[in-house]
Structures are given as structure tokens and as C-alpha cells.
């Protein structure tokens, strides 16, 4: 077969080029990052900076340069159109902290990304898309009222240990238009859970994250596009918080309280043809505080009534005339800020080992000292009542050791409706630090009945490390299951006693880690125990 000369030329150009070709195909752009955050939403920032990393089967990789495009939707960035900011090619080896350079973003704006490397190696393709949104930069861009209730109900007792139901807010509302998108804004104190035509948004626990509320206020931003039709209806539930309302006259010396749950929500709503509407909360919205989570207490555990459920209030067509009108209550002194980190949620989950009769009650081992709190499959006639009570440690007679824990009475309490029939229940806004739960008012129970859920900060884990020392090993273990414990929204102390405050130690030196010099033998109850030598032996807490 003949080849004319350009054809050749061709041929042998491609020939020549496989190589380069076959080195730019083995790199490539993975692990996008905006604030070191995956597609996050509701950024407190119009700067907003992005990261990436270079994958390669090969060595000696290094980028030369980079090409960034942003776009105001991901039809454009299919495009590879970068209508809000096209940075060209920038010869550079950063990779990280790359800060936004282009148009200017507005609240609630979305944007769409994608990146480029030329290397060492050869160009890569672009990347994945990734994506952010910016959240509401200004007071004046928020609408609605703050509202709530501000009062305790008439049930509820506010005391040292203070019993302060969660209130129940609801709103509905009818879309006329076709939706393009829609993006709810939310502020609720202490705690929230959020809920849009019965379904929970997001799979977050225990928010906002912690703050210093005389300053700063969180709010989270959420994506509920697939969520609304034509009628619709918003529900959420307000918790007491951390260290938002936990005990009403508990040392106010130094624990300060900031009053009563709260809520601010903006659900911006933007149509296909251009237009957009905000639903905020306002006095309009219906309130009720006596519904099944009749207290939550962070120290003390939540108490729920199943027999005061509210069936189907997150739904439209809920018959609240029962309720009152929301009131418009006093407005926090803090700023509202974006949320700028991941939230917390359950991040795995432990079956129990063991569950055994002890006297009249009886005594579960999780097997590991954990943090978060138990789901249990419920059976019981109405009116029974079930608590589950935690600890780290037991007594030579079997029984739950808590003189540890002062005065914080860790129990979580569920009373039954009679309909359950092994219907899952967790609690809502309270957590605990155990290996142990002592179980009372539940028949006959069943180690299947019981499932231990960790809770923490969504941390991604980067590495791990075994040897064949099994002091070392443990040595590990324990820092990290003390590091896991102890992020909540901010590293704390304790998470099982009255305390739980803001505190560095614990990650650097790892909860039931800590490194014991000492010149007598300390024991401890039965679970653990520390033992040391006069020549000054390291000693840890086994798990």
C-alpha cells in the first residue's frame, strides 16, 4: 500500500508523540478542594481558595503550571467556558491555597471548577468538575426574623438540672414555576434538625459546631433542589445545644447561658425564568415545644416520649391549629458566619460484645470507649420506660463506675408508645463518652437490639501505622480513638463527665493515652488500669 508524504508525516509525528502521550495519560488532577472542604456550600468568603492534588503512576512528577476555569454553572464549565474566571495558563508549582482571582461573587452564588496541570510529565486532562457556593456575606442579605419561643414551657423545669423540651417549627408553602434551584440557609440554636416534605436534609449531627455565641453565630447551607414540588412543607426541630442552653442555673459563674432556642432559615428558591423568591422564617411559622423529645442535656442525656409523637408534621397537610404562632424573640449578640468546616456525623458504627444481668438491670459492653450514643431496636407496651445509662469503667461488683463522671446523670430515656415493634431510636442532640451501658425497663434484651454509633468531626483518615510492638500498637490505638472522641466541632476535654469544654490537650497526647510517670502503682475500677514501676515505666490506659 502506497502512503503519500503527508500522510507519512503524520504517522510518524503521531509515532514520535506516543510516548509523551502515554506520560501525560499516567498524570492526572484528583482531589479537588475548595478551603480544603469537598463541594462545599455556603462559604463565608468571596475569595474563596482552591486545592488539588497530582496522581501519577510515575516518579519525579512536578507541575510547571496551572490552568483554572470557573463557571457560573456546569453546562459552561462542560464547555470548558470559564465565564467567571479563566486564569490561563500560570507557570507555578502551587497546588494548594490557590486564591478565587475572578469575577466578583455575590451571596448565594454558585460557581463550578475544573483545573488543568502542565508537568514535568506532559499536560493532564482537566479534571472532575468540583463545585462551591457562597453564603449570605451581609446581615442586610438575610431576610425573615429571628423566632422561637422565649420561655420555658410549662412542663419543663429550669433548674440546676434543667428539663427544657426542643421545639418543633413548621412552614408550609406552594411553587408555582418551574424550580432551577433551590438553596436553604439555616441558623438554628442550640441544635437543629432540618426537614423539607418528610425528609431529613443532609446526614449531619449535633450542628451547628460550638462557638463562642457572644460573637459568632453558625449557620449551614444546604442544596434542596430534589427536595420541593408544588406544595411544600419545612420542619424543623431545635435542640438546647452544647454550650448554648445546657443547664439554666448550672455555675453561671462560669458557664454563661444564651437563652432559648432560636431559629433563622432562608430557603432562596431561584426559577428557570430568571426569577427567585426567599422563604424566611417569620411569625407566620407554627410552633409547638410539646412534642417527644421532652428534654436534651448534654450532660444529662435526652428524655423521649414516643406516646407525644407528631406524626407527619414535616409533611403539608399536618393539621397544626393546635400550635401557636412562632414569636419573634430576641437576636443573638453574635455575627452570622458561614459554616467554613465539615460537620460532624456518624462516622462508623460497633456492634456490642457482650450484655449481661446484673441485679435488676443489665450491663452491655460496647467493647471499645467511644463517643456518640447507642440506637436501639424498641419493644415495650405504652408507658414503659427504658434508660440507658453510660460509662467508661465498672466496679468489682459488675455495676456502672460514674463518680468519675461528678454529677452528670448520662442517661438517655425513651417511653414507649406500644406501637413500635422494633422501630429504631437514637437521640438527637446529646452525646457520651462509654464502653459500658447499664439497660433498665427492657425485656429479655438482645445484643442485636443495641448498635454503638461514633460520632466526630468528618475527618478523612490519611494514614495508620502497626508494628510488632504491642505497646506501640496500643499506644496508637488509644490516640486515636481519643482523637476521634474528642472533635466536636472543636477539640474538648471530656466528652463523658460535667465538663466537655474547649481544650488542645487531648489530641496532642490522645484521650486514655497520656503518659504516667509516677513512683507508685495506681489502680484504677475494674475496665482499666494503670500500672507504673519507681523507674519511671511508661504505663498507658489499655481499651
Known amino acids: 500500500m502506497k502512503m503519500n508524504k503527508r500522510a507519512f508525516f503524520s504517522v510518524l509525528i503521531t509515532l514520535l508523540a506516543f510516548p509523551l502521550l502515554l506520560e501525560a495519560a499516567a498524570v492526572s488532577v484528583t482531589t479537588l478542594r475548595t478551603e480544603q472542604m469537598v463541594n462545599p456550600m455556603g462559604l463565608d468568603t468571596a475569595t474563596p481558595r482552591m486545592s488539588w492534588q497530582l496522581e501519577s503512576s510515575q516518579q519525579n512528577v512536578m507541575q510547571t503550571a496551572y490552568h483554572i476555569l470557573v463557571a457560573s454553572s456546569p453546562e459552561l464549565l462542560a464547555q470548558a467556558k470559564g465565564d467567571l474566571w479563566d486564569s490561563g495558563k500560570v507557570s507555578s508549582d502551587d497546588s494548594q491555597w490557590i486564591t478565587y482571582q475572578g469575577k466578583p461573587l455575590k451571596s448565594n452564588q454558585r460557581a463550578y471548577w475544573k483545573v488543568k496541570s502542565y508537568t514535568t510529565r506532559g499536560e493532564t486532562e482537566r479534571s472532575s468538575p468540583a463545585h462551591w457556593s457562597i453564603g449570605l456575606l451581609k446581615e442586610a442579605h438575610w431576610q425573615g ?15 440546676t438540672w434543667s428539663r427544657l423540651s426542643s421545639r418543633y417549627l413548621r412552614k408550609e408553602f406552594a411553587l408555582k414555576k418551574q424550580v432551577k434551584q433551590a438553596t436553604v440557609h439555616i441558623a438554628g440554636m442550640g441544635m437543629y434538625e432540618l426537614f423539607i416534605n418528610g425528609r431529613r436534609v443532609g446526614d449531619q449531627v449535633l450542628v451547628p459546631a460550638p462557638t463562642d455565641y ?12 430534589p427536595l420541593l414540588s408544588s406544595q411544600n412543607a419545612i420542619g424543623v426541630t431545635l435542640g438546647n445545644g452544647r454550650f448554648y442552653t445546657m443547664r ?12 432559648y432556642p432560636k431559629l433563622r432559615l432562608n430557603l432562596i428558591v431561584e426559577y428557570t425564568d430568571g426569577t427567585r423568591e426567599t422563604i424566611s422564617s417569620d411569625t407566620n411559622w407554627k410552633l409547638t415545644a410539646d412534642g417527644p423529645i421532652r428534654s436534651n442535656n448534654e450532660y444529662d442525656g435526652e428524655e423521649y416520649d414516643a406516646r407525644k409523637e407528631l406524626t407527619g408534621w414535616t409533611t403539608p397537610g399536618y393539621d397544626d391549629r393546635n400550635w401557636t404562632n412562632a414569636e419573634r424573640v430576641s437576636i443573638p449578640t453574635g455575627t452570622l458566619r458561614g459554616a467554613m468546616a465539615p460537620n460532624m456525623k456518624v462516622l462508623q458504627t460497633i456492634a456490642p460484645l457482650t450484655i449481661n444481668k446484673v441485679g435488676d438491670k443489665y450491663i452491655m459492653d460496647i467493647g471499645q470507649n467511644m463517643v456518640g450514643w447507642v440506637r436501639m431496636k424498641v419493644r415495650g407496651a405504652a408507658g414503659d420506660t427504658i434508660r440507658l445509662r453510660f460509662a467508661e469503667l465498672l466496679q468489682p461488683s459488675g455495676e456502672l463506675y460514674v463518680r468519675n463522671l461528678r454529677d452528670a446523670r448520662v442517661t438517655d430515656t425513651y417511653i414507649c408508645n406500644g406501637r413500635e415493634n422494633g422501630a429504631e431510636w437514637a437521640p438527637r442532640f446529646v452525646y457520651h463518652g462509654f464502653r459500658y451501658v447499664e439497660v433498665t425497663g427492657c425485656k429479655n434484651p438482645k445484643l442485636s437490639d443495641f448498635t454503638g454509633e461514633v460520632v466526630s468531626d468528618e475527618m478523612e483518615i490519611l494514614g495508620d501505622f502497626s508494628c510488632s510492638n504491642d505497646m506501640l500498637n496500643r499506644i496508637y490505638k488509644n490516640a486515636y480513638w481519643g482523637i476521634l472522641g474528642n472533635y466536636k466541632g472543636l477539640p474538648v476535654d471530656c466528652p463523658q463527665r460535667n465538663e466537655r469544654q474547649p481544650w488542645l490537650d487531648d489530641r496532642a497526647m490522645g484521650h486514655g493515652a497520656r ?29
Open 214 to 225: 457572644r460573637k459568632t453565630i453558625i449557620y449551614n447551607t444546604f442544596d434542596v433542589t
Open 515 to 543: 503518659v504516667i510517670y509516677s513512683r507508685t502503682a495506681l489502680s484504677m475500677p475494674s475496665g482499666r488500669a494503670i500500672f507504673t514501676k519507681p523507674s519511671a515505666k511508661m504505663a498507658v490506659f489499655p481499651m
Open 248 to 259: 439554666q442555673h448550672y455555675k453561671p459563674y462560669k458557664i454563661p447561658n444564651f437563652g
Open 145 to 159: 426574623r429571628w423566632i422561637g419561643m422565649d420561655k420555658a414551657a410549662p412542663w419543663d423545669s429550669e433548674t
